[in-house]
């Protein structure tokens, strides 16, 4: 079981999370293998996804490292947990969801944008500080929240690609997500397996060469 302690080192091993965001999930399990096969490894699905839960539950029975995006409310965190989820991710400072995932044992990654948000974010336990968008502001302001805030584990979410994922790394990203551009919303929904993990190891190759 992951733990909020322990998710912090795992995202430094494996520093890409896969958000899929798709009206429809042909196989959820093959979905997160053809992904490891490219190179990733956290999977995070979404609560705009009809369904979610039951694709979570599958993937998570495999053994897969996969979460749930877009909580917002301590309900869904609960049926995230119950589904199997191993983190949970929202887009802005949820208390309730925080509190959710205290109370489960489960790391929290919490949204936030602001030095003030980043500093809420930590105040209620997050696991990570999810800094969304980032694509709005670049790979430096990473850099600069980590004068005030050093020590936490900030993950930069929205506008990330393949051409600029080191250079929030080198900026102090300690992960990023990768979105449509790995996953994209018609492979995901008719299987087209071989092109996710395509299009997973291409993301990666900048990160490992």
């Not at 705009?48 to 029975?61: K, M, S």
């Not at 949820?94 to 500093?119: F, I, M, N, W, Y």
């Amino acid at each position: 079981m992951t733990t909020p302690l322990s998710f912090p080192a795992e995202l430094a091993a494996n520093p890409v999370i896969a958000v899929v965001r798709a009206p429809h999930i042909a196989d959820a399990p093959t979905l997160c293998a053809a992904l490891a096969e490219g190179g990733i490894h956290h999977v995070e699905f979404t609560f705009t996804t009809p369904d979610v839960t039951r694709h979570l539950a599958q993937a998570a029975a495999t053994g897969a490292h996969v979460g749930i995006g877009t909580v917002l409310t301590r309900r869904q965190a609960e049926l995230a947990i119950e589904a199997g989820a191993r983190f949970l991710v929202t887009p802005g400072c949820r208390p309730e969801v925080a509190q959710a995932a205290h109370e489960a044992g489960l790391p929290a990654v919490l949204g936030a944008l602001t030095p003030t948000e980043v500093a809420q974010a930590v105040d209620l336990g997050a696991a990570a500080v999810k800094i969304f968008p980032a694509g709005g502001f670049g790979p430096r302001y990473l850099k600069e929240l980590h004068g005030p805030y050093p020590g936490i584990p900030l993950v930069a979410s929205g506008g990330v690609n393949a051409a600029n994922a080191a250079e929030y790394l080198a900026h102090g990203a300690l992960a990023v997500c990768a979105g449509t551009e790995v996953v994209p919303p018609t492979a995901v929904a008719e299987g087209d397996w071989d092109e996710i993990t395509h299009r997973a190891a291409a993301f990666m190759d900048p990160l490992t060469s």
